[in-house]
């Protein structure tokens, strides 16, 4: 079992910056590919951002060059790194763990997410 804690959302202005954080505990929780998820209201949960343990990345094309995820696996956090945001990016921000994540297979394990609101 593994337990997934995200920080870091809130309020930012166009063209704003936010890191959100999640904090995995639990067993071998550094052993699993982590991603970034989010969900706006009326759509469908996306991936924003995955990361191997062994730190390759990826990213949808629409996201590449403003969204970063990095992981420490020292601290079992996972982090992402969200520059130049737009209103589109509202949504709840959900923090993933499992053995594989793409876009159509998400992990087994997830926060309880993180609302980030882009407005001004």
């Known amino acids: 079992q593994v337990q997934l804690v995200e920080s870091g959302g809130g309020l930012v202005q166009p063209g704003g910056s936010l890191r959100l954080s999640c904090a995995a505990s639990?067993?071998?929780?550094?052993?699993?590919?982590m991603g970034w998820y989010r969900q706006a209201p009326g759509k469908l949960r996306e991936l924003v951002a995955s990361?191997?343990?062994?730190?390759?990345?990826n990213y949808p094309d629409s996201l590449k060059g403003r969204f970063t995820i990095s992981r420490d696996n020292v601290k079992n956090m996972v982090y992402l790194q969200m520059n130049n945001l737009k209103p589109e990016d509202t949504a709840v921000y959900y923090c993933?763990?499992?053995?594989?994540?793409?876009?159509?297979?998400?992990?087994?394990?997830w926060g309880q997410g993180t609302q980030v609101t882009v407005s001004s």
């Open positions: 639990g067993r071998a929780a550094s052993m699993y590919a």
């Open positions: 993933n763990a499992g053995w594989i994540i793409t876009a159509v297979l998400s992990g087994s394990y």
């Open positions: 990361i191997t343990t062994a730190g390759s990345t």
